[in-house]
């Protein structure tokens, strides 16, 4: 009998399909790593995109990308992200970084997604902060 995926996504009909995410993940096994709350700065901790939201976007996906990776992760091991928007009318724009993001692997990944409109985030030039746990 063959072992169980460490990572299995679920969308039970009564929930429907959500576009671009999952309802469930189960990790059944594996090691797991959180993620802090990402925000648009580069390596030297510069603002990136300063009123840009999409550029913004991109840099945040950047800065998840470079943490999985420097534990040996991608974006399939994703299994939970919480997303802040400061302006709810930026959802398509960062819908599109995140479906860019997630068609980086096969299969698509689709975590378990939270989306939050905040007021303002920890810096006065910051649009988006995501925080994300992954497993393997």
Known sequence: ????????RYNPPELGQPPGYSQIVEVSHGRMIFLAGQTAVDADGNVVGKGDF?????????????????RGYDASNLVKLTVFLTDMNNLAVYREARNRFFATVRPVAAPAITLVEVSKLYGPDFLIEIEAIAAA
Do not use: D, G, K, W
């Open 54 to 70: 999409a550029a913004q976007a991109a840099q945040v996906f950047r800065n998840i990308s470079l943490a999985l990776t420097a």
């Open 1 to 8: 009998m063959a072992a169980p995926e460490p990572i299995t």
